[in-house]
């Protein structure tokens, strides 16, 4: 009797330990499903790339424009899509290289900008004078707020100009920006600024698509509500659930533009785990520590099992920012219909390490490529 007792416990163990190992299998598959969902847009497509430094003499504002400049290797070829990058408060062109070698290494020239003032050279002198005040004040000084579209366009000037040392396509210009730099890109793209007590337009009309990484929302540099009132440039918006607002302010604060904007196009994509540094290239963190941002908890236990960790977990993020921008703007600027297809099939997945969003602008918007194609 008690050995037929014990080996119907022993059976039924045995089960209970097989339907583990069953669920544990499903798991797995699923997880590994979801980490290799979809390719990277045009990830093993790349040439080699070059690099020069310059800077441009803008003598109607008695101001210097360094730009590094970030382009196929061998010269010649045909007119290029153009890239005008504003970096963050505190940066200059010496950084968002990935960027700028994966979009030059698919046919792009690419421009990453020094604003004068708000540069890293500026960072180091302000802080030195005011480390509590400085930052904040450079964020909504009125010169730093008009300088910077202006160097942005004045790049674009001089790149675009016969004298050139690259032959630009005009018709295929793009902007991208982050932090301070995508305010700035916004500002190009459309969006309203205030400059003291004047509200300006900054917008450049050969601007045909705008990346803006960690975007601001209402309250600072000069954005103010109906900021975004008649914007009608493509635009594709990045940020994390660990690229906290300034101020105390919630991290939906961050997703303000893409909400307002009505009449184009508009993509905002989170990444999980991502801070504001992680745009920028830096930032690294671990899966554990990006997963107690505002992911949510169905994604938790896919982002500890299938996102890498620690500097591998960066690595992955700038790869993701790479796909992402290179197919916006070969969509919107090259009208690559494999970009679109891209992008359509990307804003309609479920995705382990992001969530994507998209809307499409009004009907009747110039260049709108993909209203009615990406749901």
């Given at each position: 009797?008690?050995?037929?007792?014990?080996?119907?416990?022993?059976?039924?163990?045995?089960?209970?330990?097989?339907?583990?190992?069953?669920?544990?299998?499903?798991?797995?598959?699923?997880?590994?499903?979801?980490?290799?969902e979809?390719?990277?847009?045009?990830?093993?497509?790349?040439?080699?790339?070059?690099?020069?430094?310059?800077?441009?003499?803008?003598?109607?504002?008695?101001?210097?424009?360094?730009?590094?400049?970030?382009?196929?290797?061998?010269?010649?070829?045909?007119?290029?899509?153009?890239?005008?990058?504003?970096?963050?408060?505190?940066?200059?062109?010496?950084?968002?290289?990935?960027?700028?070698?994966?979009?030059?290494?698919r046919?792009y020239?690419?421009?990453?900008?020094?604003?004068?003032?708000?540069?890293?050279?500026?960072?180091?002198?302000?802080?030195k004078?005011?480390?509590t005040?400085?930052?904040?004040?450079?964020l909504?000084?009125?010169?730093?707020?008009?300088?910077?579209?202006?160097?942005?366009?004045?790049?674009?000037?001089?790149?675009?100009?016969?004298?050139?040392?690259?032959?630009?396509d005009?018709?295929?210009?793009?902007?991208?920006?982050?932090?301070?730099?995508?305010?700035?890109?916004?500002?190009?793209?459309?969006?309203?600024?205030?400059?003291?007590?004047?509200?300006?337009?900054?917008t450049?009309?050969?601007?045909q698509?705008v990346?803006?990484?960690?975007?601001?929302?209402?309250?600072?540099?000069?954005?103010?509500?109906?900021?975004?009132?008649?914007?009608?440039?493509?635009?594709?918006?990045?940020?994390?659930?660990?690229?906290?607002?300034?101020?105390?302010?919630?991290?939906?604060?961050?997703?303000?533009?893409?909400?307002?904007?009505?009449?184009?196009?508009?993509?905002?994509?989170?990444?999980?785990?991502?801070?504001?540094?992680?745009?920028g290239?830096?930032?690294?963190?671990?899966?554990?520590?990006?997963?107690?941002?505002?992911?949510?908890?169905?994604?938790?236990?896919?982002?500890?099992?299938?996102?890498?960790?620690?500097?591998?977990?960066?690595s992955?993020?700038?790869?993701?920012?790479?796909?992402?921008?290179?197919?916006f703007?070969?969509?919107?600027?090259?009208?690559?219909?494999?970009?679109?297809?891209w992008?359509r099939?990307?804003?309609?997945?479920?995705?382990?390490?992001?969530?994507?969003?998209?809307?499409?602008g009004?009907?009747?918007?110039?260049?709108?490529?993909?209203?009615?194609?990406?749901?």
């Amino acid at each position: 009797m008690g050995r037929s007792g014990g080996g119907r416990r022993s059976r039924r163990a045995a089960s209970v330990i097989g339907l583990l190992l069953l669920v544990v299998l499903l798991l797995a598959s699923t997880i590994r499903t979801k980490a290799t969902e979809r390719a990277l847009y045009r990830a093993g497509d790349g040439s080699r790339v070059e690099q020069s430094d310059l800077t441009f003499s803008d003598p109607s504002r008695s101001r210097q424009v360094p730009v590094r400049v970030y382009r196929p290797a061998g010269g010649g070829g045909p007119a290029r899509p153009l890239i005008v990058f504003s970096p963050g408060l505190g940066a200059s062109r010496e950084d968002y290289g990935y960027l700028g070698a994966h979009l030059a290494a698919r046919g792009y020239l690419v421009a990453v900008v020094t604003h004068a003032g708000s540069d890293s050279a500026a960072l180091r002198a302000g802080l030195k004078r005011d480390r509590t005040g400085w930052v904040a004040a450079a964020l909504d000084d009125p010169v730093n707020l008009r300088d910077r579209p202006q160097d942005i366009s004045f790049v674009i000037d001089s790149l675009t100009d016969a004298d050139s040392p690259f032959r630009v396509d005009p018709a295929r210009i793009g902007v991208a920006g982050h932090s301070f730099g995508a305010s700035t890109a916004m500002a190009l793209g459309g969006m309203k600024v205030e400059l003291g007590d004047d509200e300006a337009s900054l917008t450049d009309p050969r601007v045909q698509a705008v990346v803006a990484m960690s975007p601001q929302g209402t309250g600072t540099m000069g954005i103010a509500p109906g900021a975004w009132d008649g914007f009608e440039t493509p635009v594709m918006l990045l940020t994390g659930t660990r690229d906290f607002a300034p101020g105390g302010r919630p991290i939906r604060w961050r997703r303000t533009a893409f909400d307002q904007i009505s009449s184009a196009d508009r993509y905002l994509v989170t990444l999980i785990g991502a801070t504001h540094l992680t745009f920028g290239g830096r930032g690294a963190i671990t899966a554990e520590e990006g997963a107690e941002g505002d992911g949510g908890s169905d994604y938790l236990e896919d982002l500890r099992q299938a996102l890498p960790v620690g500097a591998r977990s960066r690595s992955h993020h700038l790869k993701v920012i790479d796909a992402l921008v290179c197919a916006f703007f070969d969509h919107y600027l090259g009208d690559r219909d494999d970009a679109g297809r891209w992008l359509r099939g990307y804003a309609g997945e479920r995705h382990f390490d992001a969530r994507a969003e998209f809307q499409p602008g009004g009907p009747g918007i110039e260049g709108n490529r993909s209203a009615g194609l990406v749901r």
